[in-house]
């Protein structure tokens, strides 16, 4: 069995900053290993990132952190910017997602779509720090389907890999105004 924490930014007010963000991934881990939820929480940013840091690497190897939607974090202690949160765990098992940030067009910037994420990921990338993997970039094919089921030992008929095929979109065939 495999423990997923899973967290997606933004979605509630204690996962709009780094701070709530650690003290709840912290908490979760913490009753995963001992069964028990505790109310103890950091007060300070510093305190919280140590808490989940500490928290992620006593925990079972078969544990994993997933955050979704970085982008959508507050930029209180360069959590969005600088995903400073993350710099302890990047050697851990932590698979994080955000949106492209908007790339330059004629020396402008669209800061709307600005949100440093990406920009901070591909630099600890260009450091062998983790590995980025774009989805449209991705086959999602029956093949890779295939391999995902084989590893958690499940199958769909042929009729049924065929119709999760075909409801699969590559990101990049959709038009301005569809995403």
Known sequence: NQNVVIRFCGTTANTDTALGLCNTL??????????????????????????????LSSAEKRTVAVIDSLDQLTNADQARTELSFLAPVLRKRVLVS???DAKQ????????????????????????????????????????FEQRLKQTGRRLTKEQLEYVVAQTCDPTSFSEGQQ
């Not at 600890?124 to 991705?138: F, G, P, T, Y």
């Open 26 to 55: 912290t908490k979760q881990l913490h009753w995963l290993q001992k069964g028990v939820m505790s109310d103890s929480q950091a007060s300070n940013y510093q305190g919280a990132v140590k808490q989940w840091s500490d928290a």
């Open 98 to 100: 955000c949106i492209p």
């Open 105 to 144: 067009v004629n020396g402008q910037r669209n800061m709307d779509y600005y949100f440093g994420c990406e920009t901070k990921l591909r630099a600890w990338e260009a450091e062998e720090k983790v590995q980025c993997i774009q989805l449209s970039k991705m086959s999602f094919g029956e093949e890779w």
